[in-house]
């Protein structure tokens, strides 16, 4: 596996910058015009989805692992984290240039608009899983609660593909693509839950009765 | 029957029907008359036009698919010449017409209207083409019509958007029949002076400039005059998120997002957002059209 023990000897900080490159890259585009007609929407639109590919990529890397064999864990935490500066890039367009720091209009989009106010609690629930992706919180935190805490990923996928739902105008097929791909990681993840298996042995040894 | 010329001399019959609109725009006989074709100036806005690349790279064409940017891909494939238009709810016993027919008269004019897209983003585009009321004003449309409906043509095979069910194929559109007969109300066959591109709707689509962007339907085939509300596509779609009017209306926020504001295509990374106007700025021209009206309930 030539291809999988050059990914494995890849160095993270590299890692981290290649992941990382289009968010400059992009805004300077931006700013020289070369995003089409529209260029806010299309950068805005960019962070927020390539947020939502990093995400997804970060939720693969272990049923990857397990189903396939296929070893990046050693990647997780970083394209985990690479979502988050996605994601914090996405809002600040929003923020800063498509509402042009409107108080007034953030507040009313919080409290009317459901994709904002999805997409705003994705990103919430994303704070404390970017906070102690680091080893000293590793260290300090115990195992079980790291652990919760880094579960709420599911909540922010669910959260990030109802802000997209919610937004779109119709279903297109990055909306089917996405939609699907999270559907299937989150069967994938129940399947793996004690509360799962506890259920399905019940069931099976109610048949076999 | 023969064809129905600009050139004609307006039929009696013609005159009867020209009378039933006349007494639906509530304006006299003579005023009508006195307004054959020619353009007042102040229909078009003063604005600045967004350049040709904005215009022809930035579209909603479903037909070609849902990005933006896939229109001017795609459109190319669409065959525009030759081009029949039907027409549903006349009398005449000729329904349908070669476009060349249609055009054959036509005063052509510019028209630059400013563009709200329901979505939030505003253009101004200066349109080449006639008022659609200049060819309505042909035919011998039924007297009990009180709606004309339009669709877009269904040709899978040329508008690779067609082959999946994004939208219940084929696009269609409506007006009253005063909104349709309002000076307003354009037929635009050209742009910047030049033919219509395929991606903006060529050969022959609406513009109706103080409704959002997707009551100005593209590439039109039938033209069908009729006595109920006609079915819309997105109106049909979504109900409680697109009306039949669906009059540019910043006191009247999409279920979804707001549309106080709009953001200016042209303006670039930086530019400031501008505040939507009620009718999209043509309130003195069209505000008559719904005097009275909820605006709230007939959005």
Same mark, same amino acid.
């Given at each position: 596996?030539?291809?999988?023990?050059?990914?494995?000897?890849?160095?993270?900080?590299?890692?981290?910058?290649?992941?990382?490159?289009?968010?400059?890259?992009?805004?300077?585009?931006?700013?020289?015009?070369?995003?089409?007609?529209?260029?806010?929407?299309?950068?805005?639109?960019?962070? %927020?989805?390539?947020?939502?590919?990093?995400?997804?990529?970060?939720?693969?890397?272990?049923?990857?692992?397990?189903?396939?064999?296929?070893?990046?864990?050693?990647?997780?935490?970083?394209? %985990?984290?690479?979502?988050?500066?996605?994601?914090?890039?996405?809002?600040?367009?929003?923020?800063?240039?498509?509402?042009?720091?409107?108080?007034?209009?953030?507040?009313?989009?919080?409290?009317?608009?459901?994709?904002?106010?999805? %997409?705003?609690?994705?990103?919430?629930?994303?704070?404390?899983?970017?906070?102690?992706?680091?080893?000293?919180?590793?260290?300090?935190?115990?195992?079980?609660?790291?652990?919760?805490?880094?579960?709420?990923?599911?909540?922010?996928?669910?959260?990030?593909?109802?802000?997209?739902?919610?937004?779109?105008?119709?279903?297109?097929?990055?909306?089917?693509?996405?939609? %699907?791909?999270?559907?299937?990681?989150?069967?994938?993840?129940?399947?793996?839950?004690?509360?799962?298996?506890?259920?399905?042995?019940?069931?099976?040894?109610?048949?076999?009765? | 029957?023969?064809?129905?010329?600009?050139?004609?001399?307006?039929?009696?019959?013609?005159?009867?029907?020209?009378?039933?609109?006349?007494?639906?725009?509530?304006?006299?006989?003579?005023?009508?008359?006195?307004?054959?074709?020619?353009?007042?100036?102040?229909?078009?806005?003063?604005?600045?036009?967004?350049?040709?690349?904005?215009?022809?790279?930035?579209?909603?064409?479903?037909?070609?698919?849902?990005?933006?940017?896939?229109?001017?891909?795609?459109?190319?494939?669409?065959?525009?010449?030759?081009?029949?238009?039907?027409?549903?709810?006349?009398?005449?016993?000729?329904?349908?017409?070669?476009?060349?027919?249609?055009?054959?008269?036509?005063?052509?004019?510019?028209?630059?209207?400013?563009?709200?897209?329901?979505?939030?983003?505003?253009?101004?585009?200066?349109?080449?083409?006639?008022?659609?009321?200049?060819?309505?004003?042909?035919?011998?449309?039924?007297?009990?019509?009180?709606?004309? *409906?339009?669709?877009?043509?269904?040709?899978?095979?040329?508008?690779?958007?067609?082959?999946?069910?994004?939208?219940?194929?084929?696009?269609?559109?409506?007006?009253?029949?005063?909104?349709?007969?309002?000076?307003?109300?354009?037929?635009?066959?050209?742009?910047?002076?030049?033919?219509?591109?395929?991606?903006?709707?060529?050969?022959?689509?609406?513009?109706?400039?103080?409704?959002?962007?997707?009551?100005?339907?593209?590439?039109?085939?039938?033209?069908?005059?009729?006595?109920?509300?006609?079915?819309?596509?997105?109106?049909?779609?979504?109900?409680?998120?697109?009306?039949?009017?669906?009059?540019?209306?910043?006191?009247?926020?999409?279920?979804?997002?707001?549309? *106080?504001?709009?953001?200016?295509?042209?303006?670039?990374?930086?530019?400031?957002?501008?505040?939507?106007?009620?009718?999209?700025?043509?309130?003195?021209?069209?505000?008559?059209?719904?005097?009275?009206?909820?605006?709230?309930?007939?959005?």
């Amino acid at each position: 596996m030539i291809f999988s023990s050059l990914f494995r000897s890849l160095p993270i900080s590299l890692v981290y910058c290649i992941l990382l490159i289009p968010i400059p890259l992009y805004f300077y585009w931006g700013i020289v015009n070369q995003l089409g007609p529209d260029p806010l929407r299309f950068l805005e639109h960019k962070y %927020g989805e390539l947020g939502l590919i990093f995400l997804l990529i970060t939720l693969s890397i272990s049923p990857l692992f397990k189903y396939a064999k296929i070893n990046l864990m050693r990647y997780r935490r970083c394209i %985990g984290l690479v979502a988050f500066y996605y994601i914090v890039s996405h809002i600040c367009v929003y923020f800063f240039l498509d509402i042009g720091l409107s108080i007034d209009i953030l507040l009313s989009d919080l409290q009317k608009r459901y994709y904002i106010i999805a %997409g705003f609690f994705a990103f919430i629930t994303l704070i404390p899983l970017a906070l102690t992706s680091n080893n000293f919180a590793l260290r300090k935190l115990n195992i079980k609660t790291w652990n919760r805490i880094h579960n709420f990923i599911y909540i922010a996928i669910v959260l990030s593909i109802f802000h997209f739902i919610l937004m779109s105008k119709t279903w297109t097929g990055e909306l089917y693509l996405y939609t %699907g791909i999270t559907i299937f990681i989150l069967i994938l993840k129940i399947k793996s839950t004690k509360f799962y298996k506890k259920l399905s042995t019940y069931f099976n040894a109610d048949i076999s009765k | 029957m023969k064809i129905l010329k600009y050139s004609d001399v307006t039929p009696h019959n013609h005159y009867l029907n020209r009378r039933k609109f006349v007494e639906a725009l509530g304006l006299t006989s003579l005023a009508f008359v006195a307004t054959p074709t020619t353009a007042k100036l102040s229909y078009s806005t003063s604005a600045k036009p967004n350049t040709i690349e904005e215009i022809t790279n930035y579209n909603n064409f479903y037909e070609f698919g849902t990005s933006k940017t896939d229109p001017a891909k795609y459109a190319h494939s669409l065959t525009t010449d030759p081009w029949e238009i039907t027409f549903e709810g006349v009398s005449q016993s000729k329904k349908k017409f070669d476009l060349a027919e249609i055009l054959k008269g036509k005063a052509i004019q510019e028209r630059i209207y400013r563009l709200r897209c329901v979505e939030g983003w505003s253009m101004v585009i200066p349109w080449i083409g006639f008022p659609l009321r200049d060819l309505i004003n042909e035919l011998e449309v039924d007297n009990n019509a009180k709606f004309v *409906a339009f669709e877009t043509v269904y040709r899978p095979t040329e508008m690779r958007g067609q082959k999946r069910a994004t939208l219940d194929w084929p696009y269609r559109e409506g007006l009253t029949i005063e909104e349709a007969l309002h000076p307003l109300t354009f037929i635009a066959t050209g742009l910047y002076g030049k033919e219509l591109p395929n991606q903006n709707g060529a050969p022959f689509r609406l513009v109706v400039p103080w409704k959002y962007g997707f009551k100005s339907i593209k590439s039109i085939t039938k033209i069908s005059f009729m006595k109920d509300q006609p079915y819309t596509t997105w109106s049909s779609e979504s109900p409680r998120e697109y009306g039949f009017y669906s009059n540019v209306n910043p006191n009247v926020d999409h279920p979804r997002w707001s549309q *106080a504001t709009e953001r200016v295509i042209g303006e670039g990374l930086f530019g400031e957002r501008r505040k939507t106007e009620l009718f999209n700025g043509y309130i003195e021209e069209v505000g008559d059209l719904y005097k009275g009206m909820d605006l709230k309930k007939y959005y």
